[in-house]
Each structure stands twice: as C-alpha cells, then as structure tokens.
C-alpha cells in the first residue's frame, strides 16, 4: 500500500522532531505508538502500566508523567525520524525549551475533550520563539465528550494559528473507528488495535461531508499560498498532490498548521500521523542554516557534512557510571577520536564513543553527521548549552534559554557523614539540569536548591536518594521575591575616592533611575562632552549590574529598572575601570535607597477542574489564598475555573484540592510574572 519514496540526498530523508503537549494529553503513548509501528519495540508499552520505552526512570513511570527529554530514533517511508518526546508538566519547562532549541519540526498533541490546556499553550509559545514549524494531532476522539470541531475551535482561538484539518472522523467516542483522508477522499480505518490500517472507500454517509469538507480546506489554503490561489482560480478546485505542496509549504512557514486526528491508545490514526511527519515536517535541509558568532563577526553553516564541524549541546547525563552529551550536529562530520573545540570555555574536548540513542539504550555508531542527534561519550566540561566546533573554523552558536528559579529549599544530609556526598549529588544535579541552581546562603550557611517548583524539587530530591542512598531533610519551600522602582530619582551624585599609599582610585557619575515598563534592566548614558570615556561608561553599567543583585527592601534582586548616566568627571591619573565599576555599584545602591521600591512575588495562572458541587468550596478556597478569579467554564458534571494566585500561597495546594473534592479534582498552573506584594514596600 505504501511505496518508498526516492530520496535525492540523505538529509532530506531525516526529521527532527519533538512531540509537544499539556500533561496527560498522551505524548508518551503518541512516541510509544511510532516505535512500535516502526518497528522499533515489539510490544506495546502503555503508560499506566509503567512500561514505555521513553518514560524509563523509575519516578517517571511510579508518577505516570514524563519528567526528563528522551530521544529515540526510529525509521518510516525510508526516512529516519529523531523524536524527542519532552515533558508536559510546566515544572519541567526547561526540558522542552532545551529540547526545541535543536529540532526542526514538532508534534502538537491536544487533548480532543480538553482542547487547548495552559501547557499546550505555553509550549507551543516556546516553538513560536525558535520558528519550529509544526503539525497538530488532536488526540483521544475515543473518549466521551470527544469533539474535533471544537478542539480545532480552541486551537484557533488560543493559540491563533490558521488550522487546516486534513481529516474527518469515523464514528465518535466509544465508535470512532478511522478516519476520512480529505486530501485523496479515501477512509482509513483500524478494526482491530494489533492490526494494520485498512483503506477503504468512504461510506456514502459521509461522503458529502467528506467533499465540503476538502472544499473548506481547499479555499482556506488557497487564501494563504500563492500558487494554490493561481491553480484555484484557474481549476476552480485543487489536486492533492497541488494541495499536499502548499500545505507542506505552509507548515514549514508556520503560515498554517496540519491537523489530524486519532486515539493514540487504541492505535487508531498514527499511520498517517507518520506519513504527515514525512510530508509536511522539514528535513534538515529545509531550515535555514544555523547562524553564530565569534570574535563580534557573524557566521553561519549549511547543513552539509562536508563544512566544518558546528554542533550544539543540549543536554548532559551525568550518571555515576560516566557522562554522556546529547548533541544536535548543525554541519560537519564527527568520528570516535576527534579534537573538537567549545568556544565558551576555550577548551579542546576529544569524542569517545558516539551513540544513537534509544531512551535508555544505546546504539554504537562509527561516526555522525550534519543533521544528526546523537550522544557522545568522553566531554569532560561540556555543559548543556556549550557549542563544540571544529578547532580551526570557531563560531558560537547561542544557547537555549534557561528560565530563572521560582522556589527554593534548604536540604542538608541527615547524616553528617553524607554531607560530601549530597554536595557531590547536587552538584552532578545541577550540571543536567540547568533550571536547578545550588548556593550557599551567605547568612545562615544552608545550601539552598531551587528550582521551576514543588514538584521540580521534589523529583530532584528523590533522584539524590535513588541514586546514592543519601537521605536529605527539605525545608520549607520560599519563592523566589523580586524588587523593583514604583518612583525614581534624578541627579544622585556619587564620588569614589580612595587613596591608600599607592595609585588612588577616583570616579565621579551622576544617576538618574526610573521605572522600566516590565522585568529587566536598561542601562543609558546621556554624558556629553567626553567628560567620561566610553570604556568607563561600559564599567559604569557593569557596576550598576552588580547594584541588582541585592535590592534595598529584603536583599532580593532588583528588576524592571532604567539607570541613565547624565554626567561624571574623571581624573588624570587616578581614574580606572575598576574605579568606575565601584562606583556604579556604591552609586546605584545609595539611589536605590532614596527610591520608592516594592516588593514582586511570583504569581501564577491555576486552571482547577473540579465536579459542580465542589465548585463553592474551590472558589472560596482561591479567594482565602489571595487568588483573583479570571474565568470560568462548565461542561456536563464538571467545570473549570481559571485563577491569579501568589506561587506562596500554592504549597500544598494539590493535598488540599484532593481533600475537597474527595480526590476527583486537579489542577494546573503555569507562571504569569510578578506582582506588588500587599505592604512590603519602601518610602524615601
């Protein structure tokens, strides 16, 4: 039934792609589903059961949710597909915005009863950021309350892409049984679970609708790709090979989003998930080639074996037993043996064994090329994030972005025995896990771990206890407080002078500070003149950057800030970089304390979905956790209420929830930003 497709160059048979969506919404079951098709497993793993290849650590499968990135590869229509199915819960954000800043392609997965839910959104956001084009799936239409039509409804509305269905169900809930291809108006159906698809004539009750439905498609993709519009108007209706181009183009612009459908579960619509993965999703020849700097120049590879080595690291496992990196290899060639070079830390590294990876299994491999993923064996320093390029052709290539800590612990050994063994635990924790930050509070002497949340926390605790018997005591989660300027002040004047025996240290700035709209720091200099250089002006902002790390109402850093420099004076002899440096760190300080400044809490958007008569107690229960109601929606039996909350307020929140709604209630949340804390604030 199906043919090999020919294939001109060896990248263009190769997808990198990860599979994207809210907990629960089957992501696992989706990736679960591709091996076993491809033959890369011979048995169906099922999630509940605990025996997915992808969910392989033993606190993925005890909690039933993916928490760690894992890549498989598998082969389909004489293509290599490399898949990463990435986490859903919002505590492990980081995992996916590591994982999508080296694919190529994406699979959305949306949950046909729930629709767009806060982490399908918030992911799909991430791939906005990195241009990663995308097709959708929407997922259990065996389920009760399953609705295509409507799920789409809340893809167009939330997330704002022009959604094109290329499918129409067969049957619905408990009788979904296959699918109506739109494009070759041909049915597809699966009889049996074990079984292969069938493809059969469309039944004649679905056949009108199957026809308006291509007819839809048709004009709604001639609306957005040119040459479909010339072959519209001049046929009056599209051929599917016409049609399957300028979808193909319209995904990979992100001008449009491929939708299907299927049970992920009951195996039913992963065939042509599959064939859509290979039609529509780029290969790495597709994309545009990957760009860089050094030395301040920019620079950029094709995605050709032959150009020099570039690849990006993104993600590190340090297991007692040795560290293995992930790499995405943008161009080039690497071998077992080879000196490769990381810009960041200008150290040569030299590759051991190179592997493709299967979860939790691996494949030796003689050598990788542009285009690939795979993990290498043998990087001492590498860190996730670090660029390895060939040592004669440098070029650095920017890292994915790390998402700063929002809940902190103290942990300690209970042992005091272990104390070296948990601090080379948190240590090894930190170098996987770039979102986890592991200090030493400068007043009480307590190692502090945050991280994205409770649960973040709690799985990286566990993870210390599993894999070196080390029993930790947790303290009490605190969240992590911003400061920031409600009312500036013009015209601080600040003089540095020190005179010791030896060269004097002399600088002379003036400051004004002010709000900025949102987080973040601007620096300005508005000196004329010359009265201070360039090179002191760049120290002058160095120190006002050192200035944010402890603010003036509780020590926490300070945000949503402008300093402008508007004058300064130097002296002949005396005046440094360094001098300058202090100075706008003593500078920005007493200005600070002259400001009006408030307190920011980390606030979060709770989507709770609770049964009709729970509604009450959870609204009231909201409210008492200083939480503002945003909205609320009612389907049969349940409803779902949308809610600000403080991130303090929330600990604890899931046993609470349990409680009240005899355990049939849940809930999610996802950071928003911050927010004034109710009286902590500084008056001049």
């Known amino acids: ?101 080296v694919l190529d392609g994406a699979v959305a997965v949306f949950d046909a009863v729930a629709g767009v839910e806060p982490q399908s959104e918030s992911v799909w956001r991430q791939a906005d950021r990195y241009g990663v084009p995308r097709i959708a799936f929407v997922n259990k239409l065996d389920r009760a309350g399953a609705d295509l039509d409507t799920a789409v409804a809340s893809i167009r509305a939330r997330l704002h892409p022009a959604p094109l269905v290329v499918q129409l169900p067969i049957g619905a809930e408990d009788g979904f049984t296959g699918v109506v291809d739109l494009l070759r108006l041909r049915a597809l159906v699966w009889t049996d679970p074990d079984g292969p698809m069938a493809e059969v004539p469309v039944p004649e009750n679905l056949l009108a609708e199957a026809r308006h439905r291509r007819r839809l498609l048709e004009e709604a993709v001639a609306e957005l790709h040119p040459g479909a519009l010339e072959e519209f108007c001049a046929r009056s209706t599209l051929s599917a090979g016409a049609l399957g181009s300028a979808l193909r183009d319209l995904t990979r612009t992100g001008d449009g989003v491929v ?54 690291a993104f993600k590190v496992s340090a297991a007692g037993t040795g560290r293995l990196t992930c790499l995405r290899i943008y161009s080039g060639t690497i071998e077992r043996g080879d000196t490769v070079w990381d810009p960041g830390t200008r150290r040569t590294e030299r590759i051991g064994r190179i592997l493709r990876v299967q979860a939790d299994r691996h494949e030796r491999l003689e050598r990788a090329v542009a285009g690939d993923i795979v993990a290498v064996a043998g ?47 948190l240590a090894r924790l930190a170098e996987e896990d770039p979102s986890l930050v592991v200090r030493t509070d400068a007043e009480t002497g307590q190692t502090v771990l945050s991280g994205m949340g409770e649960l973040h926390l709690e799985v990286a605790v566990e993870k210390i206890r599993l894999a070196t018997g080390v029993e930790v005591d947790v303290g009490r989660p605190r969240v992590a407080y911003r400061e920031t300027v409600v009312r500036g002040v013009s015209g601080t004047v600040f003089r540095h002078v020190k005179q010791d025996g030896g060269a004097g240290q002399f600088a002379h700035i003036v400051l004004d500070v002010e709000p900025l709209e949102g987080p973040g720091f601007e620096f300005r200099s508005a000196v004329v003149g010359g009265r201070v250089p360039q090179e002191y002006v760049r120290s002058v902002e160095a120190g006002c950057r050192d200035a944010l790390t402890e603010g003036p109402v509780g020590g926490f850093p300070v945000t949503g800030l402008r300093v402008t420099l508007t004058d300064g004076a130097t002296h002949v002899k005396d005046s440094s970089e360094q001098a300058f440096r202090t100075a706008g760190r003593l500078g920005l300080r007493e200005a600070l304390r002259a400001c009006t400044s408030v307190l920011l809490e980390p606030v979060v958007e709770v989507t709770v979905t609770v049964p009709e008569d729970a509604v009450g107690g959870v609204l009231g229960d909201i409210a008492a956790r200083r939480g503002r109601i945003t909205g609320s929606t009612a389907r049969t039996g349940s409803a779902t209420v949308t809610a600000t909350v403080p991130l303090a307020e929330l600990f604890g929140y899931a046993t609470r929830l349990r409680s009240r709604t005899q355990g049939r209630g849940t809930f999610t949340a996802r950071p928003t930003g911050y927010a004034p804390a109710p009286g902590a604030v500084t008056v001049r």
């Open 379 to 425: 990087l001492k320093s590498v860190r996730a994030g670090s660029t390895l390029c060939a040592p004669d052709a440098p070029i650095l290539l920017e890292p994915p972005a790390v998402a700063d800590p929002v809940v902190s612990v103290a942990v300690e050994a209970r042992r005091g025995t272990d104390t070296d063994r948990l601090t080379s635990a």
């Open 1 to 101: 039934m199906r043919t090999e497709r020919p294939v001109t160059h060896p990248l263009t048979a190769v997808r990198n792609l990860g599979i994207l969506a809210h907990v629960d919404a089957g992501k696992t079951t989706v990736t679960e589903r591709f091996l076993y098709l491809t033959g890369g497993t011979h048995k169906r793993g099922e999630v509940h059961d605990g025996t997915t290849v992808t969910d392989f650590d033993p606190q993925e499968r005890d909690r039933g949710i993916t928490i760690f990135a894992a890549a498989v590869s598998c082969a389909w229509d004489g293509h290599r597909v490399n898949l990463i199915d990435t986490p859903g819960h919002v505590d492990f954000a980081d995992e996916v915005e590591r994982s999508l800043r």
């Open 259 to 312: 939708v299907l459908c299927g049970s992920a579960y009951r195996n039913r619509g992963i065939e042509p998930l599959l064939d859509a993965v290979v039609a529509y999703l780029p290969s790495p020849l597709d994309v545009p080639p990957v760009r860089g700097t050094y030395d301040g120049g920019e620079q950029e590879r094709p995605a050709d074996p032959q150009a020099p080595l570039s690849a990006l």
